[in-house]
Every structure is written in structure tokens, then in C-alpha cells.
């Protein structure tokens, strides 16, 4: 309980889904993968809001991407 008024405020990231990438890396042409990251904004361990993202993970170069729109093949959710 003490630790709560230490640092309040917490954010969280969660991996919930992991597929192959349908595009290669662009910057070394490898294999990618496609990953759907949950991030969580906590106060005192009680989650407030939530957000969920796509990032562009490359296996071979760890190159990264964040990805704030769709990709192909992807529905709108």
C-alpha cells in the first residue's frame, strides 16, 4: 500500500496478439513480425484507460515501427 502513494501512476504494455507481418522490414527486407500491444495507464494499480496499438517488430535487424493506421489485410476496428 505504501508503495501506491511512492508512484501512483503506472503504464503497462502487454503483447495480446503476435502474427507474421504481410510486409517485409523496410529496412533490411527480413521477416517481420506484426504485433497488437495493449498499453495501460494505471493509478494505484486500478486501470484507468487503455489504448491498443500495432507495432511492426523485425526479427532479424530488431527494426521497430508503431503503426497509427491500418494495414493491409487488417480490419477497421
Not at 38 to 53: G, H, M
Amino acid at each position: 500500500m505504501v508503495f501506491c502513494f511512492l508512484m501512483p501512476w503506472d503504464r503497462k504494455r502487454m503483447v495480446r496478439d503476435s502474427t507474421p507481418a504481410k510486409i517485409p522490414c523496410a529496412s533490411c527486407g527480413g521477416a517481420a513480425s506484426e504485433l497488437k500491444v495493449r498499453n495501460t495507464l494505471r493509478f494505484c494499480f486500478i486501470p484507468l484507460c487503455w489504448t491498443t496499438s500495432y507495432i511492426i517488430l523485425c526479427q532479424t535487424c530488431e527494426w521497430k515501427a508503431l503503426c497509427k493506421f491500418n494495414l493491409p489485410g487488417r480490419r477497421k476496428v
